[in-house]
């Protein structure tokens, strides 16, 4: 009942519990036990959503389990079904109301929800235990063995390149619907010659649909003969309402903004309503300072922003699913969106394998389910990086990708990789690669790096013969570190290798898009080669502060 995404109409009701909580750690474990879960003494403030790494003092390494806390007032939601959605907890979240338990979650990225039996009218309690802390069985890993994950060695000890922030990085909301309203809605496009057909379905507790676009009302499968498509330099998004009405009395209402377009794969193109498009554009993490990974609408806008400003038209959410305000964003930008699940660094050692496979279906599962309705939600990415090295590990991919391809058949499936012989690969519709000529491969040898990477991606294109998206590429830069000729950890080096990658791309027709690495500099764990604990590949600081690379990009996109 609480698939769709909260929001407020004269039916339904998403009161925001954001805002300032309590928090207590628990290094002992103890919580439990000395019955925290029906209110946490001794807690201090935190502001919801945010990462509590970034925001309170001397925790920074502390992944958990951490004890959260709320008080609130009921608000006027007599005669609603209740309950209580999250939209991101990271990793493991148990939910208690008023001492008693509600479910818990594991995942970090995805909302989730609970039914709310009853709630007092003052003094309501809510609890939160999280958990952060890494594991080889948990998606993504950390503590993983050394032959089955890259060789650096960082503190915490995440096996992926990104600070493995924790806490409540996104809205808690009271959600209050009508009892037997709509349960859920899928949209999906079909182009016929000219014209466009919407497809709606509805899932409800019975009674009447009534459907209106943009206020004229009409029914399922609807054709428009001269639709207005929706493509990055025209976004334009259409208002579908949709009516839930028993003996002439509407009962409830639903509204969620529409794109009409197509995506496809045909051959080596990637083609939008029909026609052939090149992704430019990004990777991008969740992370900017105090907030960590905590969501923020104004962050958000001014990256989507900066990247429409430089002429990207595409973005990748690495490496998992980004808050729904940011596709709120890219809806109304006109940004095509790589959507990435959390499965990033898998490893395919026996023991565990089942434990992380089920949690990487459940990710796809909840990812699609969030976002199929989404213009500029173009491809699902089912892992990022995984070390595949043998039958088991392509089978585990293939099975991911036939499910996000079962669950939505109207969006290709890719994930991005960084093997040379990955066996998962003959399972994607287009390929996305992860390549650092003159980086970690030929350090400093732009020639020779630009050499092996042509070469690289003719012996792959020879081997799938699909297209290919260079899905990250790019050179850590200092800010303000200069160089003449350029040298590794400058801002010309970085800004000569991105545009040799790219012109390399170009002379190759299967190329059909390159996402640099990264949008801006991000916070990572400790590690030797990570200076302040922050990759650098941004084109923009971690505070969004151009280098030379994006002043760079916006000469070459914007010609």
Known sequence: MWLLRPQTNRFRVAHDLSGVWAIRFDPDDVGRAAGWSAGVPDAAPIAVPGSWNDQLVGVRDELGPAWYELRFDAPPVDGFDLALRFGSVNYIAEVWLNGE?????????????????????????LVVRVDGRLAADRVPPGLVPLEHRHPREFFPPAAFDFFPFAGIHRKVELVATPPGGIADVRVRTELDG????????????????????????????LRLERPRLWRPDDPHLAALAI????????????????????IAVDGERLLLNGEPI??????????????GRGASAAVAARDLHLMRDLGANSFRTAHYPHDEETLDLADRLGLLVIAETPAVALFFAPEG??????????????????????ACVMAWSVANEPHAHDAAAGAALAELCDLARALDPTRPVTYASHETDDPGLSAVDFLCLNRYP????????????????????????????????????GADALPGAHADPPAMWSEEYQAELIGRVLDTAAE??????????????????????????????????????PKLAAHALRRRWRA
């Open 278 to 291: 090149e992704l430019r554009g990004f990777g991008r993490h969740e992370d900017f300072p105090v907030l």
């Open 194 to 221: 000219g014209a466009a057909i919407l497809h709606v379905e509805v899932a409800h507790g019975g009674g009447e649909v009534e459907l209106a676009l943009d206020g004229a009302h009409f029914e399922a499968p």
């Open 438 to 473: 003159a980086w970690y491969v030929l350090p400093g040898e732009l020639e020779l790096g630009m050499a092996a990477l042509a070469a690289d991606l003719d012996a792959v294109h020879a081997r799938h013969r699909k297209p290919i998206v260079l899905t990250e590429f």
């Open 243 to 262: 009516q839930l009405r028993r003996e002439g009395t509407t009962v409830d209402r639903y509204e969620l903004s529409v794109g009409l377009r197509t």
């Open 353 to 374: 394998l089942e434990r992380r496979q089920e949690l990487s279906r459940s990710y796809v599962e909840e990812l699609v389910a969030r976002d199929r309705n989404r």
């Open 101 to 125: 338990p509600l479910g818990s979650h594991e995942g970090g990225h995805l909302p989730f929800a609970f039914p709310v039996p009853s709630l007092r009218d003052v003094g309501n309690a």
């Open 508 to 545: 190759r027709p299967f190329v059909v898009g390159a996402h640099v690495w990264t949008f801006a500099d991000f916070a990572t764990a400790q590690a030797e080669h990570r200076p302040h604990a922050t990759n650098f590949k941004g084109v923009f600081t971690r505070d969004r502060r």
